[in-house]
Structure formats: structure tokens, C-alpha cells
């Protein structure tokens, strides 16, 4: 668990750093004359690239047995890149900038997945997830607060924020260093040569990556979210109105933050379907309630929807995965995981961009259609399966 502990602090310091960063995106994307297209094109083309790099990765360290090597460049990459930020001056440099910043992550995310997996017995592999991932959620709770005291308080402007996020994104890379890489991985000894071409996954596990994909393909940016928010205030001015906004953004990190680890325990207990199955019904019900919201009352009770769906989903999918998969394969698994459900962020991006240049509305009707969706297919084409 003191693995699991030490990349918890790495992932905190990194959305420490990234969470002071992503409330304002679509704010200052506005600024600098981008719409709804330019949001959703900036957020899915980033997660592509990052999903892209994350079965590269998982393969890499898979067969080099390099882990901690490649975790460390991955949180370094990202921390350097989030200094061209300041420095834009039109929406396309933040697409650029995101796109190189992604690749940090593309790196790091599959190889430090495989190393929690084994840093914990699999019968409590859920846990140790959920602690890593509640960790996360803190420090997303951290920049979000020190984002909204910054730019509500002390008048920041968004640069000089930007430039503040960069400078606590380098205190990431320092837990890595003392993290032990698990001698299940490092020193496992496959019965054959592991080919880049050939992904030997279960029939259960490509199932369930292809309707995880699915899910994110209505699983649209944060972005829009915050957008909805913001534009319920008109009556405000902008700065306040941001502010509301950001006290919403932190509403819905606390609840993300406060469930992530007893979700995760939850799956160890009950099974990971069922939890899963939790986790897709809260994002129906929270694409359904943006619909239907037109008050900061509304609004109070959808963004904890949506933290408990990120608490319900992101360790319990890993988890499940971790569980389908083979310790030889374990790395290239999740890489292929998050390839797969990252990449298709780009066309869901795109849609749920143009669906709100034409009406807002439309973006959440079609994220409630796709993960109703992906909820049936997962009720009725997987049946949970444990394995070491």
C-alpha cells in the first residue's frame, strides 16, 4: 500500500496542478474567440493523443519492465508542457498546448495503473485504487479552491494563474522517486515473447472495453458542464458568475473525493458489474438533470451526481480490468483501456460541440441516449468474472 500511497501524492500534486487549470479553460478558450467546436475539439483531440500513448506505454513497460522510468517522464512531460498555457494568445495555442501536455499523461497512466494493481492483493485491489484515485480527487478539490480564491479574491488574471498551476505541477514528480516498483511485474517471466501486435485479451475484456468506449463517447468534456453552469447565471456578472461556478466545480470534487475509496472498497465486496452498473445510472441521471436545470438550486444537487459517478467508475473500471487480465498483459490492458474509451473522445467532442452551437440541450440529450445505451449492453453482455 506504500505505493499506492506515494503515486496518490504524485496524483494529487499533478491535479492539484491541472485542476487550477481546467475550470477556467473554457473561459479563456471564450476569450480568445473559441466556441462550443474549438472546446470540443481541444478536449478530444488532447485525450486522444494521451489514450493513444497509453497502450504504447502499457506495452513498453510491459516488456522492459521500466515502470517507474516511465511514470516519472510521463508526471515530468506534463508538468514542463502546462508552462506554454500562459502563453497563448489564440484557442488554436491551447490546442496545441493541451495536445502536448496530454502526452505526459499518455505516458504515465497505464504503466502507474499496473503498478497499483500489484502494489495490493487483487481481493482489495478496488481499495487501493480507490485511495489512489480519492487522492487524486483531493487535489482537484485543492485547485479548484485555490482557483476560485485567486480569481474571485485576489483579482488573478488567468496567465498569472496558468503560471502558478505549471510551478505545482513540478512537485509531482517528487513521490516517484521513492515508489518500489512490484516484483510481480518487474520480474514476471512470460511463457512467450510478448508481440506489440498481438493483444491476447479475454472475450469478457473486449466486451467490456468496447462498451466502456461507448459510454465515452457520450461522456463528453467537463467543459460543457461548466459551460451550462455559467450561462444558468446570466443574470450575474461574469466574474461572479465564474465564481459560482467554481463553488460548483468544488461541490462536485469533494463528492468525487469523499466516495472514490469506499466505491472502490465497494467493488471488492459486491463485484465490479454492479458498481459500474451504479456508476453509469449516475451519469444518465446527471445528463438528464442538465436538461432539466435552470437554478443554482438544480445545479447544487446535478454536480454531486457527477462526483459520484467519476468516484463509482474510475476504480472499479480499472479494477475490473486489472481483474481480466493477465500480470504479463496487465500494463497493456489498461493502456488499451484508456486508448480506447480516450480516443473516441475526439468524435464524441466534436458531436456534443456541434449538437451545442445549435442548442445546448441537444449536447445532454445525446449523452443521456449513449449511456442508456452502453447501461444495456453492459446489463446484458457481461458477466462478471474474477480473476488474479
Do not use: C
Not at 135 to 150: E, P, W
Not at 332 to 341: C, Q, R
Not at 353 to 368: D, K, Q, R, S
Amino acid at each position: 500500500m506504500f505505493n499506492v500511497i506515494l503515486l496518490g501524492l504524485t496524483s494529487l500534486f499533478a491535479d492539484f496542478s491541472s485542476e487550477i487549470i481546467v475550470p477556467l479553460m473554457p473561459f479563456f478558450i471564450k476569450s480568445l474567440g473559441g466556441a462550443g467546436l474549438a472546446i470540443g475539439l481541444i478536449s478530444g483531440i488532447g485525450d486522444a493523443v494521451a489514450a493513444i500513448l497509453k497502450v504504447v506505454s502499457g506495452r513498453l513497460a510491459d516488456r522492459t519492465k521500466v515502470f517507474k522510468k516511465i511514470v516519472l517522464s510521463g508526471y515530468a512531460f506534463s508538468a514542463l508542457a502546462k508552462f506554454f498555457f500562459p502563453l497563448a494568445s489564440t484557442w488554436q495555442h491551447i490546442l496545441a498546448a493541451r495536445s502536448v501536455e496530454r502526452i505526459g499523461k499518455g505516458l504515465r497512466d497505464a504503466p502507474r495503473d499496473a503498478i497499483v494493481s500489484e502494489s495490493v492483493d487483487h481481493h482489495r485491489r478496488g481499495s487501493g485504487f480507490g485511495l489512489q484515485r480519492a487522492m487524486d480527487s483531493f487535489g482537484a478539490i485543492l485547485g479548484s479552491v485555490t482557483v476560485l480564491i485567486l480569481f474571485w479574491k485576489f483579482n488573478f488574471d488567468f496567465r498569472a494563474i496558468f503560471f502558478l498551476a505549471a510551478l505545482i505541477g513540478l512537485i509531482a514528480i517528487i513521490p516517484i522517486i521513492f515508489v518500489r516498483e512490484p516484483s510481480t511485474l518487474v520480474n514476471y517471466k512470460p511463457k512467450k515473447t510478448l508481440e506489440f501486435s498481438k493483444l491476447n485479451f479475454s472475450p469478457i475484456l473486449k466486451k467490456f472495453i468496447g462498451i466502456s468506449t461507448l459510454l465515452y463517447l457520450g461522456n463528453f468534456s467537463f467543459m460543457f458542464l461548466i459551460l451550462k453552469a455559467q450561462t444558468t447565471f446570466g443574470y450575474l456578472n461574469f466574474k461572479d458568475s465564474v465564481a459560482l461556478t467554481l463553488l460548483l466545480y468544488i461541490l462536485f470534487n469533494v463528492f468525487d473525493t469523499i466516495f472514490s475509496q469506499p466505491a472502490g472498497q465497494l467493488s471488492d465486496r459486491i463485484g465490479r458489474k454492479k458498481v459500474i452498473t451504479i456508476g453509469y445510472v449516475l451519469l444518465a441521471a446527471t445528463f438528464a438533470g442538465f436538461l432539466l436545470a435552470n437554478s443554482f438550486l438544480a445545479l447544487l444537487f446535478i454536480f454531486p451526481l457527477y462526483g459520484l459517478f467519476k468516484a463509482f467508475i474510475d476504480a472499479s473500471q480499472k479494477s475490473f480490468v486489472s481483474d481480466l487480465s493477465e500480470v504479463e498483459n496487465r500494463s497493456t490492458a489498461l493502456g488499451a483501456f484508456e486508448a480506447s474509451t480516450g480516443l473516441v473522445l475526439i468524435p464524441g467532442g466534436i458531436i456534443a460541440g456541434l449538437l451545442w452551437n445549435v442548442n445546448p440541450n441537444f449536447t445532454f440529450v445525446y449523452g443521456l441516449i449513449v449511456s442508456i445505451l452502453a447501461l444495456i449492453l453492459l446489463q446484458t453482455l457481461i458477466k462478471e468474472k474474477r480473476r488474479v
